[in-house]
């Protein structure tokens, strides 16, 4: 079956420090997403891409980074991790731009 | 002024109650609108998808989109101790990104 993974599940690094969440789709979906949740935000979108070589920032970008270099990947880099970024982050793709969307199972980042 | 205004909750309801979730939202260009369910520690699933106004059935859930208030809810009949999970709102425009509302906790109670 077909299925979007995220990895790690958990994390904690320290302030400072460069760190990359990894995001992997076998959906063959064209549209990649990923969002910070937090309490009281909801989910904010980060980045995003619809395609290979395709990336977009969102409305909470800084300090994050992501490069698309096939259809299946699409990692999540925290340049230098602060404490501001301890959050859960979720993974998600879709087919098309505005349609269902599938998200991964999460990773709970602690920055310390 | 948040795009996509959502009660957090949390509700309590007993197991059985009719349940109603709500959004409002003030983006007149919203033309797609949606509800994900999340259990604990899960990521997002969705649960209903409609587009522009009107009423939507799936089983025991009821999505209405009502684009003159800028208001959508879900209800949920026979409401049972599995629904209990946060509720998301979800929206978009045509062809852009979606915005999601805080979510809205739902407690079951058997």
């Known amino acids: 079956d077909a299925e979007i993974t995220q990895s790690p599940r958990h994390k904690i690094t320290e302030t400072g420090r460069q760190v990359t969440l990894a995001c992997h789709q076998t959906?063959?979906?064209?549209?990649m997403f990923w969002y910070r949740q937090d309490l009281g935000h909801g989910l904010r979108l980060i980045h995003y891409?619809?395609?290979?070589?395709?990336?977009n920032k969102g409305e909470v970008s800084d300090g994050y980074s992501v490069s698309r270099s096939n259809t299946e990947d699409l990692p999540l880099t925290l340049e230098s991790a602060a404490s501001s970024q301890t959050s859960v982050y979720f993974c998600?793709?879709?087919?098309?731009?505005?349609?269902?969307?599938?998200f991964g199972p999460g990773t709970r980042l602690t920055v310390t | 002024q948040k795009e996509v205004e959502q009660d957090p909750g949390p509700l309590s309801v007993p197991e059985g109650a009719i349940v109603s979730l709500n959004c409002t939202y003030s983006?007149?260009?919203?033309?797609?609108f949606m509800w994900y369910r999340q259990y604990s520690r899960k990521g997002p699933e969705l649960l209903m998808y409609?587009?522009?106004?009107g009423n939507k059935e799936d089983g025991r859930f009821t999505a209405q989109v009502d684009k003159s208030s800028k208001y959508i809810s879900l209800f949920i009949r026979d409401s049972q101790p599995s629904d209990s999970a946060t509720y998301l709102c979800?929206?978009?425009?045509?062809?852009?990104?979606?915005?999601f509302g805080t979510g809205t906790k739902l407690q079951v109670i058997p």
């Open positions: 998600a793709s879709s087919r098309d731009r505005v349609d269902e969307q599938y």
């Open positions: 959906w063959n979906h064209n549209n």
């Open positions: 891409s619809y395609g290979v070589q395709d990336t």
């Open positions: 983006n007149s260009a919203f033309q797609y």
């Open positions: 409609t587009y522009s106004s």
């Open positions: 979800a929206m978009s425009p045509i062809d852009q990104k979606v915005t």
